[in-house]
């Protein structure tokens, strides 16, 4: 009976002796044929610009062609750039943007990239005017490394236009 059983456990050691390798092979083989097809964010480069809109002399700038569609849409005929700021964000991070508006007012722009799925990336705005008012605050999800223009604020002498574009790799 004793020689049964360790006969018994000899062999139970052998097959762990050769299966555990066999089974590593496997585990990590599948996580090397895996690897190209998933793709984790390391953080994501997050731009900002706010825009002054109007209806005088039209002022095309290179800096604003990638929105040539999307401002085409509204209603002005002139746009340039009134400031521009960039960040690096870790998902889930947010970022805080001080940006010039108009009549030289400074307005606050909080970005929180969430998650990125099928090359689109879900993104919190929170818009804040010169003085402190809520002017804008929404989630959505944008096309990663696009532009989306979201929304205005305005007077008679023109409207300014904010365009976040977040750029995950």
């Given at each position: 009976m004793r020689?049964?059983?360790l006969l018994h456990g000899l062999v139970v050691r052998r097959l762990v002796f050769?299966?555990?390798?066999?089974?590593?092979?496997?585990?990590?083989?599948?996580v090397e044929v895996?690897?190209?097809s998933v793709v984790v964010p390391r953080g994501c480069l997050v731009t900002v610009r706010s825009l002054k809109a109007s209806?005088?002399?039209?002022?095309?700038?290179?800096?604003?062609s990638d929105l040539q569609e999307q401002l085409g849409a509204l209603p002005f005929?002139?746009?340039?750039?009134?400031?521009?700021?960039?960040?690096?964000?870790e998902l889930s991070s947010r970022g805080r943007f001080d940006?010039?508006?108009?009549?030289?007012?400074?307005?606050?722009?909080?970005?929180?990239?969430?998650?990125v799925a099928d090359d689109q990336v879900q993104v919190t705005v929170d818009w804040q005017g010169p003085q402190?008012?809520?002017?804008?605050?929404t989630k959505l999800k944008v096309v990663n490394n696009k532009s989306v223009v979201l929304g205005s604020d305005g007077n008679d002498d023109g409207s300014m236009i904010l365009c976040v574009r977040v750029n995950c790799s």
């Open positions: 020689t049964k059983s050769l299966l555990v390798p066999v089974f590593y092979v496997f585990i990590f083989g599948l895996f690897a190209d209806n005088g002399e039209n002022r095309g700038h290179e800096s604003i005929s002139s746009y340039e750039v009134i400031d521009s700021k960039q960040a690096s964000l940006i010039a508006g108009l009549e030289s007012s400074t307005h606050k722009v909080m970005v929180l990239p969430h998650f402190g008012e809520r002017l804008l605050s």
